[in-house]
């Protein structure tokens, strides 16, 4: 949860992020530090439904701006795009953790629907990030022509 939390922290020190964003991920540090307690604390509680809910929301709310995906995107299309699309695979790599823990002690299933809601919206905020500062995203191109 910390490096995910860092991961954030560097997508936050971009002065490209707008506002909305920058609200959204301050909001997700925060929730970190929650989970991050839940996980280490026996008992604890502190991951509900309603983070998860606030990130669908979050999540449909910056994707109605993008068009169908119809092609893979390579991470990249700006410092602050490539920056959320490092935290995104950090916090995959949380998620995968957080369900080797729960083959040996008990896990709440919020936490790990929380991150995998997560890695689904800082997706979704990297191809924002991207138009935004690059103007497009970079697909992958399995034919390109090689140097």
């Known amino acids: 949860m910390d490096e995910a939390n ?5 997508v936050l020190s971009h002065d490209t992020v ?11 540090q ?3 530090f929650e989970l991050g307690g839940e996980l280490c604390i026996p008992g604890h509680e502190a991951v509900s439904d309603a983070f998860v809910t606030r990130l669908e929301n979050a999540l449909d709310d910056f994707n109605e701006s993008l ?4 092609d893979f995107i390579l991470p990249g299309g700006g410092p602050a795009a490539a920056a959320c699309h490092l ?11 957080v369900i ?22 800082l997706f979704v905020v ?10 497009a995203e970079v697909l992958w191109n399995r034919q390109r022509d090689a140097d």
């Open 6 to 10: 860092s991961a954030l922290g560097i």
């Open 18 to 28: 707008p506002a909305g964003i920058r609200r959204c991920l301050t909001d997700v």
């Open 30 to 32: 925060h929730d970190l």
């Open 67 to 70: 068009p169908a995906l119809k």
């Open 87 to 97: 935290a995104r695979t950090i916090v995959r790599r949380a998620e995968r953790r």
């Open 100 to 121: 080797s823990l729960s083959h040996e002690e008990p896990v709440r299933p919020q936490a790990h629907r929380y991150l995998n809601r997560l890695s689904d919206l």
């Open 126 to 135: 990297a191809r924002v990030l991207s138009r935004a500062e690059s103007g």
